[in-house]
């Protein structure tokens, strides 16, 4: 059978039975469809999630095939939607198989479609062997979305067309037509930043590819539930440097342990070592070039010549985490030619990315705080430590609790009992763990079970006070109660913004009461 690694066209996909397995609320498989669709893919669309919990996606795509079958010359197939279930012939029958990056190995779909010589892929690959530009790609435990939301900023204020995507809410797929026809006109290539999960990384080992630009962000113990180690865990991440070549550029985190000793023996599948020119960063000084931190400075060193890119007071975002994020960014921005000076006025306009450490509104002199993206335990001790203040007693109410990824809670309980004041934590396979931990440490605060974020909300004001934070940064999964992370802190952020609605309508009140007295 004809593979797309022997074509390397979009003209492969025409008339071709294409089965998309998860199409998912995030623009993740929506994405890949679309483009499936209007490159003429026979298209079978299945995921578990009923009808109604994909509404969004279905009716998306169903658009796109009324769009594109409205054109004249053009040949689109209607897709065929296979919900709440997964069939065995739409896997054994296809020509191709696209795999949702969350679906793990061994799924018995997945077995028999490759039992049945059928080529599974996941989206991230084929976009990889399609795109006809060099690609950035960034990685690592946790900091990939600021870093590649922060890059992104620096680079479009360089060349306007970039393209941002990945795992961020956005497919690359919706950008892959434009890059090709660029691309065939002789036109200056489009620069693409991408951020990639593990999940991802694991996709395109078979094909041997890593990106042109390569940042790794750290490693921590995360997905153990997935990977069942954090040696197997670290050998994915290990796969965004793994198959660069002598051309290739790995700005690396040279404070993390982990990060640093890739490459220091083999390639994860054998062969040599790795073959990236190393840019380091560190919030230390650093003796090669690189990226890093001195005397209040960032500093970028290149070819032995230092220049300073601004101070670090000038750094908008809270928590050293963010620096290392911010020094990420800009090595990788400098070694594809980003000038310093556009590197410096990015950094000191940007305030962040949604749901990490996100200030959403302070009502009643209280603020709140978004951080759903912090799925493990060292991202919530991180936004702890970013939030915390001098005073004492603590004046954090923190919102945690949710599904279990195999991970440990001994420093986050340590952290919680020296930092944070009560806990309000949500239900779920996860919280069990959470609370004999706070046992073991001896929290004396206290610790509220809850099944909705309404009602950890609710609680959340019955505890605070003037002068304190709410910080949601849950340390585990959102699955069970939430769609995914983004799910929760949107109902957060939904939960806030009544709260301060109901405040407006108060003042309201007081205000109209006043006139009526006088």
């Known amino acids: 059978m004809e593979t797309i690694t022997e074509k390397f066209t979009s003209d492969w996909f025409r008339g071709k039975k294409v089965t998309v397995m998860g199409l998912g609320v995030n623009e993740g498989g929506l994405g890949v469809a679309k483009w499936l669709l209007r490159h003429g893919a026979r298209l079978t669309v299945t995921d578990l999630k009923p009808k109604s919990a994909l509404a969004g996606s279905v009716g998306a795509l169903l658009s796109v095939y009324l769009k594109e079958s409205g054109r004249s010359g053009t040949v689109v197939h209607r897709p065929k939607f296979v ?44 976009f990889f062997l399609l795109c006809p530009v060099p690609i950035v790609g960034i990685s690592g435990t946790k900091g990939k979305s600021t870093v590649t939301t922060l890059l992104g900023e620096m680079v479009r204020h360089y060349d306007s067309r970039t393209v941002v995507a990945g795992n961020i809410r956005r497919s690359p797929f919706d950008d892959l037509d434009r890059l090709i026809r660029v691309s065939k006109c002789g036109g200056r290539p489009i620069p693409v930043v991408l951020e990639l999960s593990s999940w991802h990384l694991d996709g395109l080992e078979k094909h041997r590819l890593s990106p042109h630009v390569a940042v790794l962000t750290n490693i921590l113990e995360d997905h153990l539930n997935r990977y069942g180690s954090l040696a197997a865990y670290a050998r994915s991440k290990s796969l965004l440097l793994a198959f660069q070549d002598e051309s290739d550029i790995s700005v690396v985190n040279a404070d993390d342990p982990r990060v640093t000793k890739l490459g220091s023996g083999r390639r994860p599948n054998g062969g040599f070592a790795f073959g990236g020119r190393r840019f380091p960063f560190s919030v230390r000084p650093l003796r090669s070039d690189g990226c890093f931190l001195r005397r209040g400075q960032v500093i970028l060193r290149e070819r ?167 910080l949601l940064s849950p340390a585990c999964a959102s699955f069970g109660l939430f769609v995914n992370e983004f799910d929760r802190g949107d109902q957060f952020v939904e939960e806030v913004g009544r709260l301060v609605r109901q405040e407006r309508r108060s003042v309201h009140r007081f205000k109209c009461d006043q006139k009526i007295e006088r």
């Open 83 to 126: 919900l709440g279930r997964h069939e065995e012939r739409d896997f054994v029958r296809a020509d191709l198989v696209v795999r949702n990056p969350a679906v793990p190995d061994g799924n018995p779909f997945l077995t028999a479609a490759e039992r049945a010589g059928v080529n599974v892929e996941m989206d991230m690959a084929i």
């Open 304 to 470: 032995g010549i230092e220049r300073s890119v601004l101070p670090v007071s000038d750094v908008p975002l809270s928590g050293s985490h963010n620096l290392s994020n911010v020094l990420a960014a800009c090595a990788a921005a400098r070694k594809i030619g980003v000038p310093i000076r556009t590197i410096a006025a990015a950094i000191r306009n940007f305030h962040g990315v949604p749901g990490r450490l996100e200030l959403v509104d302070t009502v009643g002199g209280v603020r709140y705080v978004n951080d759903t993206t912090a799925t493990m335990a060292e991202a919530s001790i991180r936004a702890m430590e970013a939030l915390a203040t001098s005073v004492k007693p603590p004046q954090t109410i923190l919102l945690a609790g949710g599904a279990d990824k195999n991970l440990r809670y001994g420093p986050w309980s340590r952290t919680v009992k020296r930092l944070v004041r009560s806990v309000v934590l949500f239900r779920g396979t996860a919280t069990p763990k959470l609370q004999r931990s706070l046992r073991t440490v001896g929290f004396r605060g206290e610790v509220i079970l809850v099944d909705s974020m309404a009602e950890a909300v609710r609680n959340a004001v019955s505890l605070a006070r003037s002068g304190d934070t709410v």
